[in-house]
Each structure stands twice: as structure tokens, then as C-alpha cells.
């Protein structure tokens, strides 16, 4: 459970976002090697929901099924026909710090 502050934090920093169509990524990886991603588009009056989730290369890490997941949702946005832009929120810092990088 995240703390109450850094709640409240995550909030203030999504709201900034409002007039975009926000996109949720995630990856996770069982015990014995399968990996999973999955992206969310939340619906927006421009856009309707939409949730995509894929198996990918087992035995992967999780920080390249974290970018998998980002790639996913760009080429996803990308094919969409949305008239607002796209925001992508990520729980991982490493895959964000690597595609600041780029």
C-alpha cells in the first residue's frame, strides 16, 4: 500500500494529464520463467477502454518485459485514431531512465 503522500503525489502528477488519453503498462514474470505485459488506454470522452495483454519470451527479465509493455502501448497509440495525445505511466523507473536516455 502506498503511502498516503506519495498517493496524493501520483494523483497530482496523473491530473496534470487530463487532456491526454492515459495509458497504463505493466510487466510480470511466475516463478518458473513466464512472462506476461499488458498495457491499458483508459477511456477518455475521445477514446474508449481498451486492454491488451501479451506473453512474451520466457525467462526474460522484468525490466524487458517492463519495455515490452512500453512498446506495446506506442505502437498500439500509434494505430489508434485519437485526437488527443497520449500520456505512458510506467512503474518502472529503469525502463523510464533508459528511454530518457535515448
Known amino acids: 500500500m502506498l503511502p498516503h503522500a506519495l498517493l496524493a503525489l501520483s494523483n497530482d502528477l496523473i491530473d496534470t494529464y487530463s487532456n491526454y488519453v492515459p495509458v497504463y503498462t505493466d510487466a510480470s514474470k511466475t516463478d518458473d ?4 505485459v499488458g ?3 483508459e477511456p477518455t470522452r475521445d ?3 481498451l486492454k491488451l495483454v501479451h506473453r512474451i519470451t520466457d525467462h526474460v527479465s522484468i525490466y524487458a518485459g517492463e519495455m515490452a509493455a512500453i512498446r506495446l502501448a506506442i505502437q498500439t497509440a ?7 495525445p497520449v500520456v505512458i505511466f510506467s512503474d518502472s523507473l529503469s525502463a523510464v ?3 530518457e536516455l535515448e
Open 39 to 41: 498495457c491499458y488506454f
Open 97 to 99: 531512465r533508459s528511454l
Open 33 to 36: 520463467g513466464k512472462v506476461g
Open 47 to 49: 477514446s474508449t477502454e
Open 78 to 84: 500509434g494505430q489508434l485514431n485519437c485526437t488527443a
